[in-house]
């Protein structure tokens, strides 16, 4: 798993603008990736995953990409909104289980 | 459908206390998630069941910690005696079912051990 610093990477937006939030996962066997999404005193909420046998992934607003070259993933939100900020987190599956290890996170703030 | 439920939300005890933290997963799911969140070491996996059976506890830190899942819908969380340095936030998500790997986390339970 990733260690986990005392700060997290910030990311700040301008509300309507196009947010892109990166996430380097660590092993490169790992077949399924979700991203969660946790706002402040909830617990975290499941956004979009993706197949290790996908490169792209689309949903409501939001977008995965998955580079298994270099090991990254990343969560594109279209037409950010204020109720987007929050911390989101990409976990990557431990292979042959139903374990997942979480990256680090990344606090989205939105500016209106 | 209510979600994940979890109780306390807070708990505050003294060092040495036994402390117990309760979950409810979603009616019909059958696998049941324990996590620990921290600052220092974010979300950590302590332990999952599927069909109230112990899966995997190697997250679990050490043996002052316990977990319980007696039956389908109630599952428990101990730590007796507690540290300070187990203060965090004590998550359970389910999930449908085995072959599912979406999760539905629980609110939490904060808890501060002095």
């Known amino acids: 798993g990733e260690s986990v610093g005392l700060h997290l990477p910030t990311l700040s937006v301008q509300e309507g603008d196009n947010s892109i939030i990166n996430c380097a996962y660590s092993?490169?066997?790992?077949?399924?990736f979700i991203w969660y999404k946790q706002e402040s005193g909830k617990g975290p909420q499941f956004i979009i995953d993706?197949?290790?046998?996908?490169d792209k992934r689309q949903g409501q607003r939001v977008t995965v990409l998955l580079n298994k070259t270099v090991k990254h993933l990343s969560l594109q939100i279209a037409a950010t909104q204020p109720g987007d900020s929050a911390v989101y987190f990409c976990?990557?599956?431990?292979?042959?289980?139903?374990?997942?290890?979480f990256g680090t996170g990344t606090r989205l703030k939105v500016l209106a | 459908d209510a979600g994940v439920i979890q109780s306390p939300r807070h708990e505050v005890t003294e060092m040495g206390q036994e402390v117990t933290l309760r979950c409810k997963p979603i009616s019909g799911h059958n696998s049941l998630f324990w996590y620990r969140q921290t600052m220092m070491r974010g979300l950590e996996l302590l332990i999952y069941?599927?069909?109230?059976?112990?899966?995997?506890d190697s997250g679990m830190p050490e043996d002052r910690f316990s977990a319980k899942m007696p039956n389908a819908s109630f599952s428990t969380l101990k730590i007796q005696p507690s540290e300070p340095r187990d203060s965090a936030v004590y998550f359970c998500?389910?999930?449908?079912?085995?072959?599912?790997?979406?999760?539905?986390f629980g609110p939490g339970t904060r808890l501060t051990v002095t």
């Open positions: 092993n490169s066997a790992s077949d399924y």
């Open positions: 998500a389910s999930s449908l079912t085995w072959g599912v790997h979406e999760q539905y």
């Open positions: 976990a990557e599956n431990v292979p042959g289980t139903y374990k997942y290890i």
């Open positions: 069941f599927n069909n109230n059976v112990p899966i995997d």
């Open positions: 993706i197949r290790s046998n996908m």
